[in-house]
């Protein structure tokens, strides 16, 4: 009885945001204009804001003549001086968190601005809308009459020059409100655990006797969790384990890949999954709809947004364009101007829109080939200069090459599958596929976190192609020519089943 008295409070108390949330639906252009001129006041008398005269900045035309689009290799520069405790660079108030992430070209991690701001009116302000929706979606939910199984980055936090860096949702776990804990498991210490495989085991300990209601993670990650607590429990189902099951909120990675084994562990008709679109730059998108993978681009965040289409992206005909001018089914990358300080910031993302009132969006992927299947973010620049070293230290060299997923199945790990044509092959291609996979650690972060103990990843497969194969592909498919290029990540295995089929 009590818990249903919780339940009720608490779902009263959340669906309250729904009408500020229906404001930014119904007048989209008026509240993020409101967000852009917050910004550009805010950040009058920062570093940034005196080298682009923001005070003289009174609508988005000259702030978007004025001021350049950004890529983290242009930014660093001013992050590294908040990082060494600087302030007053690119956000008027001091900077402590920074989120640490992977896949820059230049270093092994990045490191991105999270401000007092962007955790109170962004992260979590979205983690609340999140539950408003669902609950305004779901009338009868009992949510809050257990709690949330989350799963987090397994990531310690560092301090350094009184700045604090680390996994984001380490930061956020570290910081978040009581009522987020307290409805949530397992304990923030078991969360915040640094090593993966003592954390997993502590994690299921903790969990088994909780009533879950709702699950909350990167789908690869969790699917190892919860394919463990299967053979742990010897369970036929989750919903054996946890009855009262009635949500998964998942984000990060595609979820397609891993639905219809999430239905085999979850069998049920009424069983809901919710999609967020979220990063250590900010939260921008919500499910808000039973059913449907589009995402409500959410407007009062204190994220200002622009995009670039992607028919002129990296061309001398490229253009950028607000909010009010995006058109239907078109690719656009996403530019930021962010509550944590970040300007005009090319994401990496692309997004297609499907429907403008509201605004909605579907991700499509990225500016830049990559795979990111099991959130290991990984790029051409970390696999071009793995192979470099690899290929010095056994004096190789190769013509092509070209990456894949191999996909989780059932309780099988994932892994990525490498076709290269050598033009001087090793003696011993097991050993350099072993030294192959040690490389790609070493310049990728969040790849060395999914292999640790193979615990989400196995080794890499490694194929040698015959001499000529990419030729042939090429030709095949009439992509002979200078203009055309063998891809070299890509995030399905149409590619790589190709390739093997012509070996």
């Known amino acids: 009885m009590a818990l249903t008295i919780v339940n009720s409070i608490a779902s009263w108390i959340l669906k309250k945001r729904i009408h500020q949330i229906d404001l930014f639906r119904k007048y989209p252009n008026e509240v993020q204009n409101d967000v852009f001129l917050g910004l550009i006041k805010a950040n009058e008398k920062t570093l940034l804001g005196k080298q682009y005269d923001y005070a003289s900045i009174k609508n988005y035309e000259t702030f978007a003549e004025r001021v350049p689009i950004y890529t983290y290799e242009e930014f660093e520069p001013y992050i590294e001086r908040a990082r060494r405790g600087e302030n007053n660079i690119f956000w008027s108030e001091p900077i402590r968190w920074f989120a640490k992430s992977s896949g820059t070209t230049n270093a092994k991690s990045k490191f991105i601005p999270v401000s007092n701001e962007a955790l109170e009116n962004c992260h979590y302000k979205a983690a609340k809308d999140l539950l408003c929706l669902y609950l305004n979606n779901n009338e009868n939910s009992q949510l809050f009459t257990g709690k949330g199984l989350r799963l987090g980055g397994s990531k310690q936090l560092y301090e350094d020059n009184n700045t604090i860096f680390g996994d984001l949702s380490a930061i956020l776990i570290d910081n978040m409100p009581f009522w987020a804990e307290f409805s949530s498991t397992p304990s923030n210490k078991t969360s915040l655990m640094a090593e993966w495989e003592t954390k997993m085991n502590a994690i299921i300990k903790e969990v088994q006797n909780e009533n879950v209601t709702s699950f909350m993670g990167v789908p690869s990650w969790m699917l190892v969790l919860f394919n463990k607590i299967m053979q742990d429990t010897g369970k036929g189902s989750l919903l054996e384990l946890w009855p009262n ?71 001398s005909a490229q253009r950028i364009v607000s909010l009010r001018d995006v058109e239907l089914g078109k690719n656009y990358a996403m530019l930021i ?39 290991e973010e990984l790029m051409v620049e970390n696999t071009d200069r793995a192979l470099a070293k690899a290929c010095s230290l056994f004096q190789v060299e190769i013509a092509e090459y070209t990456v894949a997923p191999i996909f989780m199945v059932g309780k099988e790990k994932g892994a990525h599958e490498w076709m290269i044509e050598f033009t001087k092959a090793p003696q011993d291609l097991n050993k350099f596929a072993e030294v192959l996979d040690k490389c790609i650690q070493e310049v990728n972060s969040d790849y060395e976190a999914k292999r640790y103990n193979n615990m989400t990843l196995n080794p890499l497969v490694l194929h040698q192609a015959r001499r000529g194969l990419f030729y042939d592909w090429l030709k095949g498919s009439d992509k002979l020519g200078g203009q055309h290029k063998v891809p070299r990540l890509s995030n399905d295995r149409k590619l790589i089943e190709e390739l093997i089929a012509l070996n």
């Not at 891993?258 to 009424?270: A, C, I, M, T, V």
């Not at 998108?285 to 993978?293: E, H, K, S, T």
């Not at 970040?342 to 403008?356: A, C, E, K, N």
């Not at 909605?360 to 099991?374: A, D």
């Open 245 to 315: 099951a009635e949500v998964y909120f998942h984000g990060g990675v595609s979820f397609e890949p891993y639905k219809e084994q999430y239905q085999k562990l979850l069998p049920s008709g009424d069983f809901k999954y919710y999609e967020i679109y979220n990063a250590s730059e900010g939260f921008f998108a919500i499910q808000d709809q039973n059913g449907c993978n589009e995402l409500l681009l959410m407007l009062d965040y204190g994220i200002f947004y622009e995009f670039i289409p992607m028919d002129t992206f990296g061309t």
């Open 337 to 375: 101007t962010t509550n944590a300080g970040l300007v005009r910031y090319l994401i990496g993302d692309t997004v297609r829109f499907t429907s403008l009132l509201p605004y909605r969006i579907k991700i499509t992927g990225r500016t830049k080939h990559h795979i990111n299947v099991f959130g």
